[in-house]
């Protein structure tokens, strides 16, 4: 996978595990390690460099966990 940072390529490989789907349309940036039987939602954006641990689904807010979504939705400090 690749990206252009500041005039220069940015290159690093992608890990996707087993059973994970990924769905249309995602944007998945260098670096990205998604663990298995994970669910990506449409249109996810998953910045580089990220994590994503077995068993995750991720909507198409900021690449970001379902729950932690949830929490922000509903004014979570924690």
């Given amino acids: ?3 252009v940072e500041k005039d220069h390529v940015v290159l690093k490989p992608v890990s996707i595990g087993n059973s994970t789907l990924v769905g249309q349309g995602c944007y998945i940036n260098p670096g990205v390690t ?3 039987h994970c669910v990506i939602g449409q249109y ?6 990220k994590a994503i641990a077995d068993k995750s689904i991720i909507t ?3 690449g970001m966990p ?3 979504v949830s929490r922000i939705e509903k004014g979570y400090k924690g």
């Fill in 34 to 36: 998604i663990g298995s």
């Fill in 66 to 68: 379902i729950r932690a």
């Fill in 44 to 49: 996810a954006l998953i910045r580089k460099n």
């Fill in 60 to 62: 198409a807010v900021s």
């Fill in 1 to 3: 996978c690749h990206t």
